[in-house]
């Protein structure tokens, strides 16, 4: 059993102990646990339990949980809550901003045993007549109702990924042709997809019916004749929007002399002396007259990044020590690090306190001696306090050779609001980065609305940097947003947010959107080498 689904069957464990009222001490520890589990990568398999008991979060009886869970492949607590619940009193559990209690108290108080009843009961002006709730615990619950509805079948791209390319492998061994491909969304490498598409020139009657779907995502097989192959792959990949410009009407038009001659997608574009537009760029919006002039640029490769800044060591909430970190950041082959704890004011992520950073600060020299000449960089993610102000006085944020600016609490903010909180941060002389401008989570948060031109006209005034969080639920700036930063001169970072070792491989995910909004080496701030990136810093601080 994976960790992901350890955690979440503690997860589950810890809500349904919470929903029945049971001991809180005992829910803390099973929560505490399946939170731990679920920022990390670790391998729990083949554990014994006083291996398992020595992983921070995790003691003797979480220990025998996770046992009971990779030899069973359940848990009989679980099993006995869930058993004792209805299934929409679970599902329930799933609506951000009612807790366990609140559902329990929905369920016993109105009798209320489904989302869809819980919905109803919103539009009733039902949930004020209970003591905790008020019109605007209503009105949130109502939103987050729909916006949970919005998303269901929905899955983040780095969810389906392996799944999918595993898909295109199989039936080229199933069907002996090389003639697969992925196409549609998750050719583009969107970050949100719904239906995996797959391509295959095939004669026979091609099924899947026979391949485990865990992730139960819709499956879509498009089949053509082996002459036909990326005329259709051409046609499938591409949005609507795309394929409606002129250009492509006398392709679109499947003439069969055309396609019996074909023998790359690259031919298309040629024909129409078109600049060749990468399958990620197919989205319809400027990259056909782009590529008319000859305008689109080369796309960063996940191979020009050079470092790895905005990571999370057990200094904070982290999984991974400081060394640690450094260590695995160096035999990836990048060139320097930059740690980012959680400031002092981030309390539920042990944030740093001023004698914390001090001591981080003399460990990071220590390891710099030892791992010359990779190098750390003393960094910080400071939380924007909701006035804009940074979250330590000016003495301690001077110590820093960098400074990641983010917004982590009271994010119920209009967009003026919002907007006007993160100008202030951007002006603030010590802010090198501009961190996960919206605070979203993809799927599971929207983010408060912000100007994103005022916000990049003003990183462009004071010379902040905006980052790419590349962890795959946040992708954050939008890409949509990258040509205009471009435009403006505003350079990107594309940060990981690691919180444990294996979280930099989400670099990779990053990359991905970047180029989908054209984002070049030249314009990515930690493509600079470490003499490039060191310069800049001490040139900031001065």
Known sequence: MLTEEIAQALKRTAQLMELYDENPFKIKSVANAAFKLNKTDIDLRGKTLQELEKIDGIGKSIAAKIIELQTTGTLKELEDLTNKTPEGV??????????????????????????GELLYACNENRLI???????????????????????????????VEKFADNLVQILKKKYNTEFVSLTGAIRRKCEIIETIELLIASDKTVDIEDIENRANIKIELITCAEK??????FETTATEEHLRNASFQPVLLQQTDYKSVLHAESEIYKSLDLQYIEPELREGLNEVELAKENKIPKLIEVT??????????????????LKEMAEYCKELGYEYLGICDHSQSAFYAQGLKPERV???????????????????????ESDILNNGSLDYTDDILKTFDFVVASVHSNLKMNEEKATERLIKAIE???????????????????????????????????????????????????????????????????????????????????TCVARKGMLTKEMCFNTMSLAEITAYFEKRKK
């Open 428 to 510: 603030n002389p010590y802010t090198t980065i501009l961190g996960h401008p919206t605070a979203r989570l993809l799927l599971s948060r929207p983010g408060y609305p912000i100007n994103h031109k005022k916000v990049i006209d003003a990183c462009a005034v004071n010379g902040v940097i905006i980052e790419l969080n590349a962890h795959p639920y946040r992708l954050d700036i939008d890409w949509r947003w990258i040509p205009y930063c471009l435009e403006k001169g505003v350079k990107i970072s594309i940060n990981p947010d690691a919180h444990e070792k294996q979280g930099y491989h989400d670099m990779y995910y990053g």
């Open 304 to 321: 020009d990044l050079k470092g790895i800044l905005h990571n999370h060591s057990t200094y904070s909430d982290g999984q991974n020590t």
């Open 129 to 159: 007549t209970l003591k905790g709730f008020g019109a605007k615990t209503q009105a949130e619950v109502k939103k987050q109702i729909e916006f949970h509805e919005s998303n269901r079948g929905k899955f983040h791209y780095a969810a």
């Open 358 to 380: 001090l001591e981080q600060h003399t460990e990071i020299d220590e390891l710099n001696k030892k791992l010359f000449p990779f190098k750390i960089f003393k960094g910080i």
């Open 90 to 115: 679970i599902d329930m559990l799933g609506i951000k901003g009612i807790g366990p209690k609140k559902v329990g108290q929905l369920w016993r108080e109105l009798e209320i045993e489904s989302i």
């Open 228 to 233: 036909e192959f990326y005329n259709k792959l």
